[in-house]
């Protein structure tokens, strides 16, 4: 195979490239973005274990500053004893959601230069998305920047938070309200490390591989539409089995890639480039909802995975009120949405329900007084439209209501 060039000093265009057949078995492609930075991921089962010549592959051969999750230094530990040997040590960090400060990647820096890495050497990554998002920041803080490595370990991060170079922790005000722009040279998503997992946690990813399949249903998914593949392999999946989780990381890490390739900066490079065809504000389906459920029940109640289920049903069922949506779609989406076990309670309290009302009316995503939602205009028909504070609240509703596997009616 062939060696890319490490960091293009110029523009070029933006895609996703697959890359061939390898003798290792794994699957990739890389990700040119138009800035001129490249991104390879590569997925499959054993992944993790090739991480040193994958780096190599990219062009990674200087000093490595390894940080790691502390947590899988017990529940992966053979393979963290592998790897820290080959990369020079383990730098584990106890990172966890409601410690994600910059006082944590401060800490991250102080390691990295304690370990005596230079401008030539780089990052390894190894963690859920806190994790990564931690270390990714002190990576693009650290020297002004060193290129740095995603190995995320977690379904939810392998899938999302790994690649397309949003890093960040987060302020008392806020949920990543401090953070970079700094694109990963390499991602290894690598499903045997989910067995480690707990259901929840699966179910958790699961949902956002369940939102990619809903925008992009038709997509090759090793062979299978992916919709299909998602609604004939969840339960699998969900149990941790690494063979079926491969074509689904697959196929939904991809479709975040076309996204991001021509949309680094989520519509933020300047009025003079055209709108991409598929924007990445398009990956937020489902979220608008589910932000505003974890913002009120303070983060603790829902997984990230578990809010966007519920997002993604109040986001099907206003499209369907639309008259976006079909019954027929809308009764298929809902069935398999319903398919991510919550594992929470969804009631809200008065207060509770208030808040996620002002949490929606303050999405970033609101414009001109109106709040936007990704909807779909039939499935894999994303649309982001501007919608009033009545169906804000008829979504958040819908969002929360138990309804017969199968049925897709709502009723307020
Ligand atoms: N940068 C992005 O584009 C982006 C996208 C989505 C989410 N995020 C961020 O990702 C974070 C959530 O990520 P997450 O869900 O991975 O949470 P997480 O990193 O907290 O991981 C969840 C739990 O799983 C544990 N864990 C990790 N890998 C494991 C394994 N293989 N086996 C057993 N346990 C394991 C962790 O220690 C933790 O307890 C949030 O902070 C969110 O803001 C970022
Ligand atoms: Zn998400």
Same mark, same amino acid.
């Given at each position: 195979m062939s060696t890319p060039d490490a960091a293009p000093a110029s523009a070029s265009v933006a895609g996703v490239q697959t890359l061939p057949a390898r003798r290792d078995g794994l699957a990739g492609f890389d990700v040119q973005f138009a800035s001129g930075v490249r991104t390879r991921c590569v997925t499959g089962a054993g992944a993790l274990g090739h991480l040193p010549a994958l780096a190599a592959e990219v062009g990674l051969t200087g000093t490595s500053g390894f940080l790691c999750d502390a947590r899988l230094v017990f529940v992966q530990r053979a393979l963290v004893e592998s790897l820290g040997k080959q990369l020079g040590g383990t730098l584990a960090r106890p990172v966890r959601e409601d410690r994600k400060s910059l006082a944590e990647v401060e800490a991250m820096a102080e390691v990295l230069s304690a370990r005596g890495l230079s401008r030539d050497g780089f990052v390894v990554a190894l963690g859920g998305g806190v994790l990564t998002d931690l270390a990714g920041l002190a990576a693009a803080l650290y020297q002004r920047g060193v290129p740095w490595i995603a190995a995320p370990t977690t379904l939810l991060s392998q899938v999302? !938070?790994?690649?397309?170079g949003k890093t960040g922790a987060n302020l008392r005000a806020g949920k990543n309200l401090v953070g970079a722009f700094h694109q990963p040279r390499l991602v290894v998503c690598d499903p045997a490390v989910l067995a480690t997992l707990s259901l929840r946690e699966r179910f958790s990813g699961l949902a956002e591989i369940v939102k990619c399949a809903l925008l992009d249903p038709a997509r090759d998914a090793d062979g299978e539409p992916f919709l299909d593949r998602c609604e004939r392999t969840l339960d699998r999946a969900a149990s941790g089995d690494a063979a079926t989780l491969a074509p689904l990381i697959a196929a939904a890490l991809r479709l975040k890639a076309e996204i991001v390739a021509t949309d680094e900066r989520e519509g933020e490079s300047g009025s003079a480039t055209p709108r991409p065809a598929r924007l990445r504000a398009f990956l937020n389906l489902g979220h608008t909802v589910g932000h505003a459920l974890e913002s009120a029940t303070g983060y603790t109640r829902f997984t990230h995975g578990e809010a966007v289920a519920l997002g993604l049903r109040g986001a099907l069922l206003l499209s369907q009120k639309r008259g976006l949506l079909d019954a027929d779609e809308t009764a298929r989406a809902v069935a398999l949405v319903s398919r991510? !076990?919550?594992? !929470?309670?969804r009631g809200l309290t008065g207060e509770e329900r208030a808040a996620a009302l002002g949490a929606l009316a303050r999405d $970033? $995503?609101?414009?001109d007084g109106a709040v936007r939602f990704v909807l779909? !205009?039939?499935?894999g028909a994303p649309q982001l439209q501007a919608v009033s504070a009545d169906e804000a609240a008829y979504a958040l509703d819908a969002a929360l209501t138990l309804s017969p596997r199968n049925g897709s009616t709502f009723t307020p």
């Open positions: 999302d !938070a790994g690649l397309g991510i !076990a919550i594992d !929470a309670p $970033k $995503k609101v414009r779909l !205009a039939g499935l």
